[in-house]
């Protein structure tokens, strides 16, 4: 396999200030979850401080650890998976901000040592680990209940929306008043709303309140279906490079395969950029994958597969075989080398 990933940190610094722009004047919450979207956390989470990020969404506490680690004591670091009682204790020993969506979490949190800084999440019809309306006002009260015997602090309201609709999304936007009404009527006095994520951030003001939870546009990844990186203001971050290993009349053969991460399912599709311009790739087997021949093509010669410089994008490759940007580029193996520029 001679594959690797270049990531090029100037690029992603453009794109945090294309996310700034688009979604001041709240805060910008860059999404780290799945090592960065395959991109390497720990380089992406030190440029993103230097370049004035404060908020770091992290998914499970692990990786919220792996923040707090990198970057010290300064930011904020929200993760909204905490899967046991041990893990609660993790997440306030480490300093986190916790994402609750259920009763057995915010007592979890209230038993630990240590004060946790509590964002209550309210389903508003996605299903995705929320307090359903109908329970919310009991849960609140709870938090309020806890917050005065001094066992947590809550700090915040959120929830996820499904960004496939204009009218979905205001549905859920008015459960999320309503939720945060709720909060403020039991004495909660929360300072935090979010709700918006890339799509919703960038395209409905009304949505962005106080964070916006941004990650796929950040590394330059535009939604499938949606509009393009231009419209957008961002680029792809990385590319995924490999070299020629043998060459013929017909065919030229590259090392990489479906091993690095290449759905095979991609082969008669995906083009790939080369010396020559675009050629299109036939096979992908494990290792190596076969592509048109070129005029001039040598043993050595550099290829980019997918992402920046390519014909092809993570978004372009996962509209052709029916998925969404982010899982193209989360696919890319650990065992793929991470360059960065």
Known sequence: MTAELRVDLDAFAENLRAVRRAVA?????????????????????????????RWFGAFDVRTGSAV?????????????????????????????????????????????????????????????NGVRPEEWPVVVARAAELERAGRIEVVGVWSHIAEASHEEDDAARAVFETAWDQARAAGLRPRLR??????????????????????????GIRPAGGPGESELGIHPISALVTRVVRVSTDTVTVGTGSLDGLPSSLAGHLEAGTSAGASLVRAIRLEESDLDAWPGAAIGDEVRMLGAGAPFSATDAAETVGTIGEEIAVRIAPTVARVVR
């Not at 904020?76 to 009682?85: L, T």
């Not at 919703?200 to 590394?219: C, H, P, Q």
């Open 194 to 219: 979010h709700l918006a994520a890339s799509a919703a951030g960038f395209a409905r003001d009304e949505f962005r309140y106080d964070l916006v939870r941004i990650g796929a546009f950040a590394y």
């Open 68 to 128: 707090r680690t990198r970057l010290g004591v300064a930011p904020r670091v929200f993760v909204w998976i905490v899967a046991s009682a041990a893990e609660a204790q993790e997440a306030v020993d480490a300093d986190l901000d916790v994402g609750v969506g259920d009763a057995v979490l915010l007592e979890d949190l209230a038993a630990v040592d240590g004060v946790a800084r509590v964002h209550l999440k309210i389903d508003t019809g996605l299903h995705r």
């Open 25 to 53: 004047p709240a805060e910008h919450m860059l999404v780290v979850k799945d090592d960065a979207y395959g991109h390497g956390l720990g380089t992406i989470v030190q440029r993103a401080w230097a370049e004035g990020v």
